[in-house]
């Protein structure tokens, strides 16, 4: 995988097909560390499955909220796109994480906070620079 790449997860797409989501549930982008590196086929991924970068003045434990599902996905003429229109930075901190290197979006709203994709952000030293998440202008993917 190359730094910038998205990759939906395998249990994820089942759950899209299988409507396991309501529209109003929100969906977090949270940033995790190297310790458990996420793959496509990470067996029914939550976002606890993970390591999330610690909590500062900058980044709260969670991430950042970009939206309910409603919000966030729409059709037109047979093309599905998921997208947010939250491009998201968290501001340098001296107590940041060093090893922050995936972005996680989840289901928040859902109790086993269900994990939906990942993005290969490399390595990044939270505590030496900002940190931001940019949204490709065609969305996150799309479904055609």
């Keep these: 995988m ?5 990759t939906v997860f395998d249990e994820a797409k089942a759950k899209m097909i299988e409507g396991n989501w309501a529209s109003t549930d929100n969906f977090y982008m949270g940033i995790i560390t190297n310790a458990v590196p996420p793959t496509p086929e990470f067996g029914g991924p939550q976002f606890s ?6 909590a500062t003045a900058s980044y709260t434990a969670n991430g950042t909220d970009l939206g309910t599902l409603a919000s966030i996905v729409t059709e037109l003429n047979g093309t599905v796109t998921v997208d947010s229109s939250n491009a998201t930075t968290w501001a340098q901190h001296a107590s940041g994480s060093v090893d922050a290197s995936w972005a996680i979006v989840y289901n928040f709203t859902d ?3 269900d994990a939906l994709c990942f993005i290969e952000l490399g390595t990044v030293d ?3 620079g900002s940190l931001t998440v ?11």
């Design 126 to 128: 939270m505590s030496a």
């Design 111 to 113: 109790a086993n906070k």
């Design 2 to 6: 190359a730094t910038g790449d998205l």
């Design 49 to 54: 499955d993970f390591t999330e970068v610690t």
């Design 134 to 144: 940019t949204i490709n202008g065609s969305g996150l993917f799309t479904i055609a």
